[in-house]
């Protein structure tokens, strides 16, 4: 059973950074794309961006594009999103996804497992 575990969020100052973690475990991390989704309060799960199985492909959403950074290592089944110069908008619940249409999609719907979320709050 695939298991995906979410770390780093937290509470930051706008202008400040944070970095997440996913660790990945029971299944093939190396093998597949995997995405970062986020969630704000009363709005729909929106993507965030996305990453090749070998990390040499990447896809970001326009609203943070320039400001976020999105990695992995194959070797240690994890995979980042370094976050920098955060705005209050970027305050969200964070989830991690392993995408199942290895197409770098944006739809929630092109991804079958996630982790359980991890909060980041931005204060202005």
């Known amino acids: 059973q695939v298991q995906l575990v979410e770390s780093g969020g937290g509470l930051v100052q706008a202008g400040g950074s944070l970095r997440l973690s996913c660790a990945a475990s029971?299944?093939?991390?190396?093998?597949?794309?995997m995405g970062w989704f986020r969630q704000a309060p009363g709005k729909e799960r929106e993507f965030v961006a996305a990453?090749?199985?070998?990390?040499?492909?990447?896809n970001y959403a326009n609203s943070v594009k320039g400001r976020f950074t999105i990695s992995r290592e194959n070797a240690k089944g994890t995979m980042y999103l370094q976050m920098n110069s955060l705005k209050p908008d970027d305050t969200a619940v964070y989830y991690c996804?392993?995408?199942?249409?290895?197409?770098?999609?944006?739809?929630?719907?092109?991804?079958?497992?996630w982790g359980q979320g991890t909060q980041v709050t931005v204060s202005s």
């Open positions: 029971g299944g093939a991390f190396s093998l597949y794309n």
């Open positions: 996804a392993r995408d199942r249409r290895y197409n770098l999609g944006s739809s929630s719907l092109d991804y079958d497992y």
């Open positions: 990453i090749s199985h070998s990390g040499g492909t990447t």
